[in-house]
Structure formats: C-alpha cells, structure tokens
C-alpha cells in the first residue's frame, strides 16, 4: 500500500504549495471547493510528474469529509493530513454581519473539527497538520470562552460558540467584527490542536497548528491592495525580515513537520511569520 498525503484548500496557496512539497515522497489527494482550480492543480502537478488526486469537498460538510477520509483510504495508507482550507474575514466581508462571522465560525471553527473528525479515525502512525494564523495572538479570549472550548461536542456547543463570537467588539477599529472572529476562530484552532494531543498519540500520531503571519497567496490579495495600493509595503513593514512569506516556505515547515523524528512536536503550535510577533511584541536591541 501506498502512503498518501491528504491537503484540504490544496487548490491554492499554502495547501497547494504542501501539496506539490509532499507529492515529491508519494500520491497526495487535494480536496477544495473550487473545482475549477483543483482541476488545473491537478493538470500542473502531472505534467511536473506528481501522482495527484483531487476531490471537491466542503470541510463544513462532515458526509463529505467522511466520503474523502473513505476515498483517501481507498487509495493507500493515510499517512499525513493537512489542513489549510480557510475562507478569512475579507472572503465574507460583503456579508451582512452576524452572518459574516457565523461564515466564519463555520468554515473556520467547525471546518477544523470535521478535520479531525473525519481523519483522526483513518491517521495511522502519521501527521495532522492545521493551520491556524498569527492572528490568533490578536483575539480576545477570556477565561468562559477556554471552559466553552472544552465542550466542542456538547449539543449546544454550536449555539454557545456563536453567541460568543457575535458578542465580541470590533478590533483595531475595523468596521465589521468578521476579523475578530476570524482571529477568535484560529486562537480556537490552537486550542483544539491542544485538547487533541493524547488522542493522536494513542494512535502514534501527533498534531500540529501552524500559524503563518502574511504569505503571498490569493488570499493576501485585498490586503496587499489596500492602502492605495501599498499594502503589501505595509503588511512587509511589521516584519522583522521586511518582506511577507512565500508559500514555499511555509510548504518546507509542513513537510518537515511530517517526518517521524517530527512527532515530538504535538499538541502545539509553530509561527512563521517573519519576526511579525517579535517586532510588534518585544522591544528590539539596536
Ligand atoms: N495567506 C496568509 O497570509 C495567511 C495568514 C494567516 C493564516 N493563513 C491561513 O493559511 C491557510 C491557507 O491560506 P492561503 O493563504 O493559502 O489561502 P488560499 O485562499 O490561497 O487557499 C485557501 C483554499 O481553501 C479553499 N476553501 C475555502 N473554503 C473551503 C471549504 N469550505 N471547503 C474546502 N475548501 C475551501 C479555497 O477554495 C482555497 O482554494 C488558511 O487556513 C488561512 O486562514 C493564511
């Protein structure tokens, strides 16, 4: 049997440049909603010599979660998982509030669990690897909102998780509060990471959060033309390193984080963001 690699969001940016990184051990499956653009991924990576497969599927829908974990099977031993499909605060911005942030809570939240859900069953002896963001560090988590999180499979857990989001403040004076639920989401995501630490290891497995800060994929893409077009200027200004990521570089994380002197790591969660934290955080020496 073939180990395969499975890479939700693998129809671009950072799932499609771990998918290409992982493709040169073995077959991957990218799954997404965007067929179109799964279609041409797929087409790209056969004419590079990569054994691709590619299914649409919705990571807020768990039947067809469970139909991709169930087609994944079919095609080897699911060794490593990576989670990267996301939609983000700019995604839904054009939506009504509090559906933009339910938007999110769903894709974010709830797409994160029906991860795990789907393929901590199938995982043997492998990786987890899901994404977060360095905006996680920028929501407000209280100490009730620590307790909810530890209820995800409580009934009403839905309910409470969205009356939480609906009831933060706008952060750094942005109009809608879609982006503080989208920075309360991936702090969840870390969180989720945590509480699933023994469960993984029972199986040999580990689980990892990856928390890029600005990388070069379409979805930077209002943010890099804002302000007049400078943005992207701006979003490289609060990096130590002066410029955003390319998704390579977060690619090369994941498919080192999915090497077996790796499953050490777990539980936890791994930046990359160029020195954002630090700069922004701590004073620096001259
Ligand atoms: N680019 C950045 O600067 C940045 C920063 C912090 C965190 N992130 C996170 O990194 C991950 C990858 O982001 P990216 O920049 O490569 O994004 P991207 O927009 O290039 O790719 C995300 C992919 O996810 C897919 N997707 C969205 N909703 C889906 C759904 N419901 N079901 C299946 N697929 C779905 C999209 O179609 C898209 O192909 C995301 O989790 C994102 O939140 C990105």
């Known amino acids: ?12 940016g950072m799932g499609k440049a771990s998918a290409r990184r992982l493709a040169a051990d073995g077959p991957v499956l990218l799954c997404d909603i965007n067929e179109s653009l799964l279609e041409q991924v797929r087409k790209e990576f056969e004419d590079e010599g990569l054994e691709a497969y590619i299914k649409v599927a919705d990571i807020t829908s768990p039947e067809q979660l469970a139909e991709l974990a169930e087609y994944a099977q ?68 209280t100490d009730d909102d620590y307790d909810l999180w530890d209820e995800v499979y409580e009934d009403d857990f839905e ?15 942005m109009p809608q509060h879609a982006y503080h639920a989208y920075c309360y989401a991936k702090a969840f ?11 993984f290891a029972e199986k040999g497995c580990h689980i990892v959060a990856v928390s890029p800060g600005s990388f070069d994929t379409p979805l930077l893409a209002p943010q890099k033309a804002a302000q007049d ?26 498919y080192d984080l999915c090497q077996p002197l790796m499953f050490y790591i777990t539980g936890f969660n791994i930046t990359m963001d160029g020195g954002t934290y630090a700069v922004t955080h701590v004073a620096q020496l001259d």
């Open 189 to 199: 995501c870390r969180h989720f990471v945590a509480a699933n630490a023994a469960r």
């Open 1 to 12: 049997m073939k180990n395969i690699s499975v890479i939700s969001g693998g129809a671009s």
């Open 74 to 141: 079919s095609l080897g031993t699911v060794k490593n998982v990576v989670h990267a499909a996301a939609k983000d605060f700019n995604t839904v911005e054009p939506m009504p509030e509090p559906e933009a942030s339910e938007e999110i809570v769903n894709n974010v939240i709830f797409g994160t669990i029906n991860m795990v859900d789907a393929f901590l069953p199938v995982l043997e002896n492998g990786s987890f690897i899901t994404f977060s963001s360095l905006a996680a560090d920028s929501a407000t988590i």
């Open 159 to 173: 309910e409470r998780v969205k009356e939480a989001v609906n009831n933060l403040e706008p952060l750094f004076g």
């Open 229 to 254: 077009g400078h943005g992207a200027e701006n979003l490289a200004s609060v990096t130590a390193m002066q410029r955003i990521g390319q998704p390579e570089e977060m690619a090369e994380l994941v």
